[in-house]
């Protein structure tokens, strides 16, 4: 397990500050924020690329915080993959083994192997330059993985890749994860990268962690304004909170009263995730406490979804599949009614 105890760094405009965190044995987990948050100087100091002006830093209850980064047991991913431009792949991903001695029949399994597993055996004589960016950061990962590390940290590995590519090696890093069992830290400012890799997530912001917690808690349930936008909830409203059951809370808005299951009172937000509203052309038989009729105002073609926004006396935004949208002939100024459970509703 890795523990962060009130670390605080300040380096050329980029600065932790106070921040703590623990990430488990065999975690994927992902630091998610925007540009300039802290992300990476917060994979070097855990490195010992740099190290920290206070606080501490303990890998399975030791205290790494000074130790150099070659006796860590760490490997850095670098987003640019960091590969030695004048060796080869099969080099590339020997050189840590090289590094230690190894001998040479036992490097060449043990490259091999990597290779296979990483399908990358057909490039082994090749150089970086003629690599695709694909090919570049499997290589870089073979060369992390090969020397059997405690944890890998990952700067924005996909960040550079086309989309079909970045979704295969999203495929790759989760079998890699599995197949190794072993602690990944990766760093993106892309939460659909989280959604689809993380066991746990933490959001930062100048450099303090404002919410760590499982997907559901980040994307269903943020904490504060800043992770419900950062997290593409899109719909946050301000109201007046006041429990009017057990298990139910009314919301007035000022323009309309939302439900929510959450029990608060006084001065709230909220948030509601677009995909969690169901659209209808008539008034339907529905158990869930929000209805609303309402007007379209403005429709995004977004491919596979449509994003509408309609006016319900605030404003509404949805999401519906490109087929719900066509069979229902919708147009702007058209008139629908929306609705959406109590549970949707998350309070803050």
């Known amino acids: 397990m890795i523990k962060i105890n009130d670390i605080s760094k300040k380096w050329k405009g980029f600065e932790i500050n106070n921040l703590s965190l623990e ?32 606080g501490e830093i303990y890998l399975d209850g030791e205290n790494i915080t000074f130790d150099p980064l070659e006796n860590r047991g760490i490997m850095f991913v670098y987003q640019n ?3 030695f431009p004048h060796k080869t792949v099969f080099e590339n991903i020997a050189f840590g083994l090289n590094i230690r001695n190894v001998k040479k029949d036992e490097i060449k399994l043990k490259v091999n192997e990597m290779m296979e597993l990483l399908s990358i055996s057909h490039l082994s004589n090749r150089l970086p330059r003629t690599l695709s960016g694909g090919e570049q950061q499997r290589t870089a990962l073979a060369r992390a993985l090969i020397l ?6 990952m700067d924005e590995p996909l960040s550079a890749l086309d989309k079909k590519i970045k ?12 197949e190794f069992d072993i602690t990944i830290i990766h760093v993106t400012h892309n939460f659909d990268e989280a959604l689809m890799l993380a066991d746990r997530i933490a959001v930062i912001k100048k450099g303090e962690v404002i919410q760590v917690g499982n997907l559901d808690d980040i994307f269903r349930h943020p904490s504060n ?51 969690d509203v169901l659209v209808s052309l008539y008034e339907v038989q529905t158990s ?5 009729k309402g007007k379209i105002k403005e429709i995004i073609d977004q491919g596979a979804l449509i994003k509408l926004m309609i006016d319900i006396k605030e404003p509404l935004i949805v ?29 803050f």
């Not at 979704?167 to 079998?175: Q, S, V």
């Not at 869930?288 to 609303?292: D, E, I, S």
Request: glycine share 8%; proline share 3%.
């Open 23 to 54: 990430i488990n044995d065999n975690e994927y987990f992902c630091i998610l924020g925007p540009s300039g948050s802290g992300k990476t100087l917060l994979l070097e100091l855990i490195s010992g690329i740099y190290l920290p002006d206070s």
């Open 319 to 347: 999401f519906l599949t490109r087929q719900s949208f066509l069979e229902m002939e919708l147009n702007i100024g058209k008139e629908v009614w929306t609705h959406f459970k109590a549970t949707a509703v998350n309070i």
């Open 225 to 275: 304004e800043f992770v419900a936008d950062f997290v593409g909830v899109e719909n946050i409203f301000q109201g007046i909170a006041k429990k009017i059951d057990k298990g139910l809370t009314i919301i007035d808005t000022g323009n309309i009263s939302i439900y929510s299951n959450q029990e608060k009172e006084g001065s709230v937000h909220l948030s509601l995730r677009p995909e």
């Open 148 to 153: 059997q590390p405690k944890v890998i940290l």
């Open 81 to 83: 993959y960091m590969l």
């Open 167 to 178: 979704e295969e090696l999203m495929k790759e890093l989760r079998n890699i994860h599995e």
């Open 288 to 292: 869930a406490k929000n209805v609303f």
